[in-house]
């Protein structure tokens, strides 16, 4: 069973910078596409970013394009999530996700019915 492990959370100022880290220990993270969400408390879990296997095309959601960037390294076999000028509306638990499906499927953001595996999070408090 293929375990996502999610790291890099933490707690910082607005304005801030972060990246996020997302490996599969045991797993080859090349034959998925992997999703980021972001849950607040109180609100229901959003779709962040998503990039493919194949290709590597990316796509985001609108309140982070442009701040955020995913990216991932098939010798690491970890995919990232960089956080950058950061706004309090950013906190929450954030995750990722390994899909199998092709491009365009609902593109940009793929919905959490697509991808097969979670992890368990890992928390982002951005504070003003």
């Known amino acids: 069973q293929l375990q996502l492990v999610e790291s890099g959370g933490g707690l910082l100022q607005a304005g801030g910078s972060l990246t996020l880290s997302c490996s599969a220990p045991?797993?080859?993270?090349?034959?998925?596409?992997i999703g980021w969400f972001r849950q607040a408390p109180g609100k229901e879990r959003e779709g962040v970013s998503c990039i493919m296997n194949i290709g590597g095309q990316t796509g985001y959601a609108d309140s982070v394009k442009g701040r955020f960037i995913t990216s991932r390294d098939s010798v690491k076999n970890t995919a990232y999530l960089q956080l950058n000028n950061l706004i309090p509306e950013d906190t929450g638990v954030y995750f990722c996700?390994?899909?199998?499906?092709?491009?365009?499927?609902?593109?940009?953001?793929?919905?959490?019915?697509?991808?097969?595996?979670w992890g368990r999070g890992t928390q982002v408090t951005v504070s003003s």
């Open positions: 996700a390994a899909g199998k499906f092709t491009y365009g499927t609902d593109w940009p953001l793929p919905p959490p019915r697509e991808y097969d595996w």
């Open positions: 045991g797993f080859n993270l090349d034959f998925y596409a």
